[in-house]
């Protein structure tokens, strides 16, 4: 197909990809109004590799003319692309606050009202704007981590750099590094001045895969269960990155770090959360077998990799991040304790193994540990991504004002499941039966 034009492009026409405070209508812009590019050029323009130009086009992403395998891209279109090169804040995180593209709700109802001991649905970007100012003590959370699950009732929303996906499924890190950047800067006003942080996140590698509903779905599969790739709605490629590898790691929580920092946050501490017991750090030593444990926490260790040529990773991360200089930070001794500890920097139990639509929930200890750390009795504590209310049902027993949200309805019917007192008869703490007894007594000394 012939261009509409051949007009060769000049410096002035590259100024606004590479510079987007230049305007676009810039009388140094004089290049056709429908200039199309060959890859090639487009790609050198753009400053992103043939591949990812070639991904775009084939989801539907970037328009083009021409035959998938040779297209041809409109300049205009390609004057929309950024390029987020690694340590830099996308331009529409800019600490005035102004975005280039206006974010919209992910659809026209109207906006929850703040209540504490309470959750909602709906988009956390959404319900920051219900909260009080200066209202929250902590934020206790585990967002949806990069590329990595399938989520129940997964929404699609508007973010701030004009994309409309759902939070964890971009098509590259950095893509979600800028709109985890743009909730952390949506929680500044309502943390209070001497608030914390405490984000769990996980890394991910840059594979070609396909992403699960849980880990007894990737078990299966790891077993056997057949897939069809081209067929799967779920899948992630690796190629087409600006410099990342197919197996990559993406330091994902490092950039998130960073990013925070650049919007203003301390970053005090990255502390590393071992999801194994003490004695597994090396199971291929010689060790006496593992006595039971009745408690369903402690029967998985982590989520299972089929690697041959790395480490299996066993960890994830929880980012302590604060307003201010000094903040809210409290001595802390265990349950059943009054020893006070000097927390450190690495905290060692397995993930929770609980029957659910969830599959990835972090047992109670993490959440109870960040809450004791950081806030005091009566303090609200709030959980952006509630899931099955795990930090929120914490919270309330530890005796703290809480509120959540959670974009999937399924979600939040969970959450609000979880924080229901429990009802127990009298007969079921007399029950001959001792494991029934010990519920009864843990649910009735359990504070409302």
């Not at 261009?3 to 305007?23: H, I, M």
């Not at 297209?71 to 205009?76: C, G, H, I, S, V």
């Not at 929309?80 to 280039?100: C, D, F, M």
């Not at 504490?116 to 902590?138: C, E, K, Q, Y």
Request: charged share 25%.
């Amino acid at each position: 197909m012939p261009r509409v034009s051949t007009d060769p492009v000049s410096a002035a026409q590259l100024e606004p990809l590479f510079y987007p405070e230049v305007s676009y209508d810039s009388p140094a812009i004089n290049a056709p109004a429908r200039c199309f590019l060959t890859v090639e050029e487009a790609a050198t323009l753009a400053g992103i590799t043939q591949q990812r130009l070639r991904q775009l086009a084939r989801t539907g992403q970037m328009p083009y003319r021409g035959s998938a395998k040779d297209p041809l891209f409109a300049l205009e279109a390609l004057r929309n692309l950024r390029s987020h090169e690694l340590g830099t804040l996308p331009h529409w995180l800019g600490q005035n606050g102004a975005t280039s593209k206006p974010r919209r709700p992910a659809r026209a109802t109207s906006l929850p009202v703040f209540a504490p001991n309470t959750v909602v649905r709906g988009n956390v970007l959404d319900v920051l704007a219900i909260l009080p100012v200066a209202s929250v003590a902590a934020v206790v959370c585990s967002p949806p981590y990069w590329g990595q699950r399938v989520y129940a009732d997964e929404v699609r929303v508007h973010w701030g750099d004009g994309s409309f996906v759902a939070f964890g499924r971009e098509q590259s890190p950095e893509e979600y590094v800028a709109h985890t950047l743009e909730i952390l800067k949506g929680i500044l006003p309502v943390l209070r001045h001497d608030g914390t942080i405490w984000w769990n996140v996980a890394d991910s590698y840059m594979t070609r895969t396909i992403m699960r509903t849980s880990s007894a779905d990737r078990v299966e599969h790891y077993g056997g269960k057949a897939s069809v790739w081209a067929d799967n709605p779920h899948r992630r490629v690796s190629y087409g990155h600006q410099y990342l590898k197919d197996k990559d790691l993406s330091l994902v929580p490092f950039q998130i770090a960073i990013g925070a920092q650049k919007l203003g946050y301390y970053l005090r501490s990255i502390i590393v959360w071992s999801k194994q017991q003490a004695e597994d750090d090396f199971r291929d030593q010689a060790s006496p077998p593992r006595q039971k444990s009745s408690s369903k926490e402690s029967k998985r260790l982590h989520v299972p990799e089929i690697v041959g040529d790395r480490p299996v990773t066993g960890h994830e991360y929880i980012l302590l991040l604060t307003k201010a200089e000094r903040y809210q930070y409290r001595a802390y001794a265990p349950d059943g304790s009054d020893k006070v500890l000097n927390v450190r920097t690495v905290w060692t139990f397995p993930p929770a193994v609980v029957r659910g639509d969830h599959g990835a929930r972090f047992p109670d200890e993490l959440p109870r540990r960040c809450v004791k750390l950081a806030t005091s009795e009566g303090d609200l504590v709030f959980d952006p991504f509630s899931e099955q209310g795990t930090t929120l049902r914490v919270a309330r027993d530890l005796k703290r004002q809480y509120f959540g949200c959670d974009v999937s309805g399924t979600y939040v019917r969970l959450a609000k499941k979880a924080l229901r007192p429990q009802k127990v008869s009298a007969l079921a703490v007399h029950s001959t039966k001792p494991r029934t007894a010990r519920r009864a007594a843990r649910a009735l000394a359990r504070p409302d």
